[in-house]
Nanobody, 116 residues
Framework: QVQLVESGGGLVQPGESLKLSCTVP????????MGWYRQAPGKQREMVAM????????YADGVSGRFTIDRDIGMNTQLYLSMNSLKPEDTAVYYC?????????WGQGTQVTVSS
């Protein structure tokens, strides 16, 4: 059983920054992609940012230029999402994600609230 553990959510004001972290167990070679998704109340879960084993990244249109996905590779992989210039519409539960050969793995989610 692969368990992804997230941390770093919280309440911030518009324009502020926040950094999410996730521990993805095992070697990076176990996974085809890693990333972050989010789900706002009443909306479907959506991709925020993805990073692939050799380094390329993808971002959702609404976060490109404000959010950055990064990682530290070791016995486990530390996955990060740096979020700058946060907006109220970024409010959601953020989920860490890893895609294996046969399965998708999800974290438990961490709440990010952007409000004045």
């Amino acid at each position: 059983q692969v368990q992804l553990v997230e941390s770093g959510g919280g309440l911030v004001q518009p324009g502020e920054s926040l950094k999410l972290s996730c521990t993805v167990p095992g070697s990076i070679s176990r996974y085809n992609a890693m990333g972050w998704y989010r789900q706002a109340p009443g909306k479907q879960r959506e991709m925020v940012a993805m990073i692939f084993p050799t380094g390329p990244t993808n971002y959702a249109d609404g976060v490109s230029g404000r959010f950055t996905i990064d990682r530290d590779i070791g016995m486990n992989t530390q996955l990060y999402l740096s979020m700058n210039s946060l907006k109220p519409e970024d409010t959601a539960v953020y989920y860490c994600y890893a895609r294996g050969d046969d399965s998708d793995y999800w974290g438990q989610g961490t709440q990010v609230t952007v409000s004045s």
